[in-house]
């Protein structure tokens, strides 16, 4: 299953989820009920699982859109199956999500047992479709916890076989799981940030050098101007220009996902085939580039991630500057910027 949450991680749900389904995907993994329904009024019909329990006011719109839910408490399983016989659902999916060392949500190892009955007791409106986990530290290849947590889950399952439960499919492994553990794949596994090119981390480059990023993002120059040695410029008069120089403006800000704190990491853009300094703080819609001596026009090309003639910004390359990740830098790109599924960039259309 592909995981398109935070509205595909900035890529744009709908179309992500549309082009790995028709590139052989079995379904989706969503975070919230709002985002699964999203899918489903599109006219997405495949599986789409919600990774976590819901507050129960949404427990309505999950079955009604036959979303498959995840359980860890036996209160949400009976308020899933309640809702289940309210609408006359027979066998509404749950996967049973067991907590092997993450500590974020999931059951205890020893109340799976209890869960699996639980579900089984609340046939016909519930059926059990799978258990999984979810690995805390499979980006750190060399860690031992992937191993131990692995074997948790391995206990947890021959548990519910030996109680005579079907657990259904089994599934463990995010991106990073994916590809460095191979123990970790088993019936089905929930990519995320490997579907969209981008390594899990920077220490994954090697592993990872087949990747392709789907993603882009390209803006325009739209303003050119000198400004002499002894000047500043932006919020805060915060850099100050020792010789004379052209900056370019680019009309894009934090508030389409470009960190305000970029420029003071050293963040680049390409103009012209050559990486330029971002000066001065970025602004709401807009920041601006130093170009020394080379000049540029109005329209030129800025790209902020992407390649440009020999040149790549990737989102791992913010996100090491910042001391993030690259998830963070392209889930926070914003509804504002228009998103382009043409395939090609803007360079190769010149
Ligand atoms: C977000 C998420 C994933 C996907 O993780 P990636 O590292 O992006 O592949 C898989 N499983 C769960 C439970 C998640 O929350």
Redesign the pocket.
């Known amino acids: 299953m592909v ?1 398109v ?1 935070a509205n595909g ?1 900035g890529h744009g749900a709908v179309r992500v989820a549309e082009a790995a389904l028709e590139a052989g995907a079995h379904g989706l ?1 969503v ?1 919230l009920v709002q985002e699964g329904v999203e899918l489903r009024r599109a006219g997405i019909e495949a599986p789409i699982l919600v ?2 329990e819901q507050p129960r006011d949404q427990v309505g719109e999950l079955v009604a859109h036959g979303l498959i839910a995840t359980a860890y408490t036996v209160a949400f399983i009976d308020a899933l199956a309640d809702e289940a016989r309210r609408r006359d659902v027979v066998g509404q999916e749950v996967h049973l999500k067991v907590d092997t060392g993450m500590n974020r949500v999931g059951a205890r190892p020893d109340a799976v047992v209890e869960l699996g009955g639980r579900v089984l007791a609340r046939s016909p409106q519930l059926s059990l479709g799978g258990v ?1 986990t ?1 690995l805390a530290c499979a980006d750190d290849v060399a860690s031992p916890v992937t191993a131990d947590q692995i074997r948790r889950f391995d206990a947890v399952v021959d548990e519910l076989r030996h109680a005579g439960v079907d657990p259904g499919w089994l599934h463990l492994a ?3 799981g ?1 590809i460095a553990h191979s123990d970790a794949r088993r019936d089905m596994v ?5 579907m969209y090119g981008i390594a ?1 981390d920077p220490s994954m480059d090697a592993m990872c050098a087949t990747l392709r990023p789907a993603l882009g993002l390209v803006s325009r120059v739209s303003f050119v101007k000198t400004v002499n040695a002894g000047e500043s410029i932006s919020y805060g008069h915060r850099h100050r220009f020792d010789r004379t120089t052209n900056v370019a403006t680019v009309p894009i800000g934090y508030a389409d996902g470009v960190p305000r704190r970029l420029s003071a990491v050293g963040g680049e853009v390409l103009i012209g085939g050559r990486r330029r300094p971002i000066v001065g703080v970025v602004t709401m819609d807009q920041l601006m580039v130093d170009m020394g001596d080379d000049r540029c026009a109005i329209g030129d090309e800025v790209v902020l991630i992407g390649r440009q003639g020999d040149e790549v910004v990737t989102a791992n390359d913010w996100g090491t500057a910042l001391g993030t990740i690259g ?1 963070e830098i392209v889930c926070a790109l914003s509804a504002r910027l228009p998103r382009d599924y043409s395939g090609e960039t803007p360079s190769d259309t010149q």
Not at 190 to 194: N, P
Request: proline share 5%.
């Open positions: 995981v949450k991680y993994c975070a990774l976590s999984f979810h995010n991106s990073a994916a929930r990519v995320g940030i490997a899990p998830y």
